[in-house]
């Protein structure tokens, strides 16, 4: 099996920041992207942030300059910091992740709860 938990959600003053991080554990041979979704109330989710294994990033063009992605793979950990927040960035974050089991296996997306960070103005 494999679980992606995050933390780091909670509410929070429009103009601050806040951390979240997702940490994967299970079955892992391999990670080759993991990534930040949040979906607001009545809207569909959407990406707002991916990291390759190789350290490249991806951003929602709303969310340029303000949050950073980053990853540790020795601890099987991303990060998201997101800076200058704002009320409209008011969503449950998800973490997914892109990985393989085993050498043998073809990856598989994985995604966790979710952490809901409220942003007030």
């Known amino acids: 099996q494999v679980q992606l938990v995050e933390s780091g959600g909670g509410l929070v003053q429009a103009g601050e920041s806040r951390r979240l991080s997702c940490v994967a554990s299970?079955?892992?041979?391999?990670?080759?992207?993991m990534a930040w979704y949040r979906q607001a109330l009545g809207k569909e989710r959407e990406l707002v942030a991916h990291?390759?294994?190789?350290?490249?990033?991806k951003y929602l063009e709303s969310v340029k300059g303000r949050f950073t992605i980053s990853s540790d793979n020795d601890k099987r950990t991303a990060y998201l910091q997101m800076d200058s927040l704002e009320p409209e960035d008011t969503a449950v974050y998800y973490c997914?992740?892109?990985?393989?089991?085993?050498?043998?296996?073809?990856?598989?997306?994985?995604w966790g709860q979710g952490t809901q960070v409220t942003v007030s103005s």
């Open positions: 997914s992740a892109h990985i393989a089991k085993s050498a043998l296996r073809r990856p598989d997306d994985y």
């Open positions: 299970g079955t892992i041979y391999n990670i080759y992207l």
């Open positions: 990291i390759t294994s190789g350290g490249s990033t």
